[in-house]
């Protein structure tokens, strides 16, 4: 019989996510993310609909600027909470609240890019945890619920 402590993560990971480092030109900065989230991901497909809907329905026909911007949308409502280390030209941090304008700017494409990134780390180590957990879990007793074996 399952027992709720049997039915419950471990562990529960931060609502606004984890500080995760991007790689690359953008190694100094820390994004806050939770990786790609069902919310991310629900909402990019709902926007995604919206925008092919004035193409015939064709996600494909949308044009990419318009595509960027319904991913960057999702990705700052749903994904990336914070961002540290990125000094402005004074010197001093930079809110992120400002940066939240600057990305959809074209000359910032590479923040928004280094957003992405460190989404799709977050994401590949969740599910890293994820597979690693799963040799964990307590065999099954052999049997369905109603009785009958379960195939191997």
């Not at 820390?30 to 709902?46: K, L, M």
């Not at 319904?70 to 004074?90: I, M, P, T, W, Y």
Request: aromatic content about 6%; proline content about 5%.
């Amino acid at each position: 019989m399952a027992t709720l402590a049997s039915l419950t993560a471990a562990e529960t990971a931060d609502p606004e996510g984890d500080w995760i480092a991007p790689g690359g030109d953008a190694d100094d900065i820390e994004v806050r993310t939770v990786g790609f989230s069902d919310a991310y991901t629900d909402a990019q497909a709902r926007r995604h609909r919206r925008l092919a809907q004035a193409y015939g329905g064709d996600v494909t026909a949308v044009p990419v600027a318009l595509m960027r911007k319904a991913n960057l949308d999702c990705l700052l409502q749903h994904s990336v909470f914070g961002l540290r280390n990125l000094k402005g030209e004074d010197g001093q941090d930079l809110p992120f609240e400002e940066v939240k304008r600057m990305v959809y700017e074209p000359r910032f494409r590479p923040l928004a890019d280094a957003m992405f990134a460190a989404a799709r780390l977050a994401t590949a180590r969740r599910k890293a945890d994820i597979e690693d957990a799963e040799g964990n879990s307590e065999r099954l007793s052999g049997n369905t619920s109603n009785g009958a074996s379960t195939p191997t």
